[in-house]
């Protein structure tokens, strides 16, 4: 079933174009990723499907319903929830603090705590349940901000590049906690870490000037010597 699509997206900021003449389909149940160099669009395209910018032309829909227009809390709402890049949490509290306060936003008191002990031990932080967000190692701070996102029970959830400043280590304990989860919400994820991409992804698009410029399986994408000449800075025309 696709979940998300958007129809000749475009954005621009005075005569450049962000994002331009965008389709993309993305199915329930898939860990998409979005790659691409820096201002190929990602994030903007991340901000129309959130409703923190308007589109120029074209629309965004969800689950056959167009958002496009919609605010960002009404989008929230429908059942998509964002984790950025910089973690947003509640330095002077615990970890389960930061998780019971996500959770309370749906959930009466009681129910919040029983789902936020069983995130934690979903995402193997129990053990640092009672330390402070302002104590936890990078890695940790970003597993504390997904699963926040996740307290809110999404259908889809976005994540901007959340591997950015990790340890290897930290990385495959990422893949591995987007492979393993049991509410396993379908996962949009913009990132630039290419072996992270090869753990997780089921499908990968290419961003390059706003458009689409390749999509498909991730070895087919990754062993594309245009995609690879992108990211080298080499001049490829996209005929859209």
Same mark, same amino acid.
């Given at each position: ?52 910018? =308007? ?8 689950? &056959?319903?167009?958002?496009? @227009?919609?605010?960002?809390? %009404? !989008?929230? $709402? ?71 996102? =996740? ?8 994540? &901007?590049?959340?591997?950015? @400043?990790?340890?290897?280590? %930290? !990385?495959? $304990? ?67």
């Amino acid at each position: 079933m696709t979940l998300l699509t958007s129809r000749g997206l475009e954005r621009r900021f005075g005569g450049v174009f962000a994002v331009r003449n965008l389709d993309f389909a993305m199915q329930a149940g898939a860990i998409h990723c979005m790659i691409g160099p820096n201002g190929a669009g990602k994030s903007t395209f991340f901000k129309l499907i959130t409703g923190q910018l =308007l589109p120029t032309a074209g629309s965004v829909a969800f689950r &056959d319903a167009v958002v496009t @227009g919609l605010r960002p809390f %009404e !989008v929230a $709402r429908l059942g998509i929830g964002i984790k950025t890049q910089v973690p947003k949490l509640f330095e002077d509290l615990d970890v389960r603090e930061n998780l019971w306060i996500a959770a309370r936003h749906r959930l009466q008191a009681h129910a919040a705590g029983r789902f936020v002990e069983e995130l934690l031990e979903e995402l193997n932080l129990t053990s640092i349940a009672k330390r402070p967000v302002s104590r936890l190692a990078h890695g940790q701070r970003q597993w504390v901000e997904i699963g926040g996102v =996740l307290a809110g029970d999404p259908l889809l959830m976005l994540l &901007d590049e959340p591997t950015a @400043g990790m340890s290897d280590a %930290e !990385v495959e $304990r990422t893949a591995e906690l987007l492979r393993g989860m049991r509410r396993a919400p379908s996962i949009l994820v913009v990132e630039h870490n290419m072996r992270f991409i090869r753990m997780v992804a089921d499908r990968v698009t290419v961003l390059h000037q706003g458009q689409k410029f390749l999509e498909g399986d991730v070895n087919t994408v990754l062993g594309d010597p245009a995609v690879r000449d992108i990211y080298l800075g080499k001049r490829y025309k996209h005929d859209a």
